[in-house]
């Protein structure tokens, strides 16, 4: 029986191994008795213990942790039925738990799924998650291996900040030409209207009629 198939059900005691999964719950199996029976999920929610952590002064740790504890201090549990005993061992197995927030019920509950996965030779182990492809590491390629080491020990280049600086620059130029391109960029001043010439083949405009002057006698 494997560690990661062990669940708790809301509402039913002890713990059971997950047999087959459903849309609308669960067939499970008792470690106590060996019942088989369907849990619904709209009744029951389902709990796997390898995911289940646990309050400490320091960080929460795993269900696992507590459990190897129990195993590395040996000797017989306490009776899960006597609130003191129960403290009291679980201050000398564990005393960095934080018991403000660990209730007396949590502890209990312990001592119980502790007893249960033992009588059942259940390991206690979390499964190990395999390494997706992609995955840093040993591509069994040695060339590609040396390729990639090479490539994550040299900087990257710096291809970035430059092409900002070509742009920036760029602007610079369209905005505040310099040089010899200043004269032709600047806006041309407007000359004042000059009088049309004259073509050749037309004739020249009309000249304004002067007034004839009378002959002496």
Do not use: Q
């Not at 390729?147 to 990257?156: G, T, V, W, Y």
């Amino acid at each position: 029986m494997e560690y990661h198939k062990i669940i708790a059900v809301t509402g039913l005691p002890g713990l059971f191994e997950l047999i087959n999964s459903k849309n609308d719950g669960a067939i499970i199996r008792s470690l106590e008795d060996r019942s088989t029976r369907f849990a619904s999920s709209r009744i029951h929610n389902f709990s796997h213990l390898e995911s289940i952590e646990v309050y400490t002064t320091r960080d929460n740790v795993n269900l696992v942790e507590i459990f190897h504890a129990m195993d590395r201090a040996g000797g017989s549990l306490p009776d899960y039925r006597d609130n003191g005993a129960v403290r009291s061992y679980f201050e000398k197995v564990y005393p960095e738990l934080d018991f403000e927030r660990v209730y007396s019920s949590d502890l209990k509950k312990m001592i119980r799924w502790y007893d249960v996965l033992k009588k059942n030779g259940v390991e206690i182990k979390l499964s190990e998650v395999p390494a997706e492809a992609g995955d840093a590491g040993d591509s069994g390629d040695p060339g590609n291996d040396r390729e990639a080491a090479k490539a994550a020990a040299e900087p990257p280049a710096p291809a970035e900040k430059p092409r900002k600086a070509r742009k920036a620059a760029d602007t610079a130029v369209k905005e505040e030409p310099a040089g010899d391109n200043a004269e032709a960029k600047a806006p041309k001043k407007k000359k004042a209207a000059a009088a049309p010439k004259e073509k050749e083949g037309e004739p020249a405009p009309a000249k304004a009629a002067r007034t004839p002057r009378k002959k002496s006698s």
